[in-house]
């Protein structure tokens, strides 16, 4: 019903930027909110940003909050994650999620809809 693919992953240096994007198709996602996940190694997924594609309802991970910022972009349907002053512990997987996910959305088990994932790598 929903499709989405992420891309913009790729190796930097801490204080670095990095713009990753999903790309969002089907039949219904317009009606939903969207949101970043990411999920390093031996750790569990964790909330990073949501938005809903009205680009109301702007949440923000206190972990990345004044770094990261959520958006979309209406006539690519794409939410996109900027990410500034990188850190080593941002290194993850990054994935984009879409649903409807009420008061719960920091848990990823209230997403209905996931991307592939796209790796970030931050060296220092």
């Known amino acids: 019903q929903v499709q989405l693919v992420e891309s913009g992953g790729g190796l930097v240096q801490a204080g670095d930027s990095l713009t990753l994007s999903c790309a969002a198709s089907?039949?219904?996602?317009?009606?939903?909110?969207l949101a970043w996940f990411r999920q390093a190694p031996g750790k569990e997924r964790e909330f990073v940003a949501t938005?809903?594609?009205?680009?109301?309802?702007?949440s923000i991970a206190d972990s990345v909050k004044g770094r990261f910022t959520i958006s979309r972009d209406i006539a690519k349907n794409t939410v996109v994650l900027q990410m500034n002053n990188l850190r080593a512990e941002d290194t993850a997987v990054y994935y984009c999620?879409?649903?409807?996910?009420?008061?719960?959305?920091?848990?990823?088990?209230?997403?209905?809809?996931w991307g592939q994932g796209t790796q970030v790598t931050v060296s220092s």
């Open positions: 938005i809903r594609w009205s680009g109301g309802g702007i």
């Open positions: 999620a879409a649903g409807y996910p009420g008061g719960t959305y920091y848990s990823s088990g209230s997403w209905a809809y």
């Open positions: 089907g039949r219904t996602f317009i009606m939903m909110s």
